[in-house]
């Protein structure tokens, strides 16, 4: 995690300049937080961004990004801007989803995440918050393909994403889960 954060400090001080401020990328609600709250995530937390990352960035081109855990964080969300990539969680909601749905359901979250910052790093361009969603719902899914998980492991992050309801600019929840499946489809064959 040292390497990561070193590397993206140095990255934002010589191409801060060339970088997009995109601001955050997924934020379920919202990104109204102080972001002096930023604390090292839990060993579990990474862990489990771990094996995301080992099975995502193994097959698609991953950007540098860093790991934070923020109470003050609405849950989980992306972030890009000149400083780099950041995907930021609060512990009190992903402890809340393992406890609900286990930890099946929080791996998937961070797959979500990462696919945002996947996603966001190779397309150009003002692209819909429904699509960026969509497609990062698709590199959920995908990210249990890619670690050999069998489909039925979708279930407990299928219930967390249609628990989550129906929200503007996102898919429904119905829709949520048929993305993930199409994205475990996709990267199984």
Known sequence: MKNKIAVLFFLSVFFAPFAVNAGPLCAFT???????????PSPTA???MGQV????????KCPGYVLL?????GNAQAWMDSHGALIRVNPSFMNGEVSKYGELA???ILAHELGHLIDFSSRHGN???HDREAKADEYA????ALAGNPKSDLTPLARSLSAMGNSPGYPTGKQRVQLIS??????RQ
């Open 30 to 40: 919202g990104s109204n937080f102080n972001q002096n709250a930023d604390q090292q």
């Open 127 to 129: 692209i819909p918050q």
């Open 46 to 48: 990474n862990q489990h």
């Open 141 to 144: 899914g995908c990210a249990f």
């Open 53 to 60: 990352d080992y099975v995502l960035c193994g097959r698609f």
């Open 182 to 187: 199409a994205g475990y489809d996709r990267c």
């Open 106 to 108: 929080t791996i998937g």
């Open 69 to 73: 855990s923020n109470y003050q964080a």
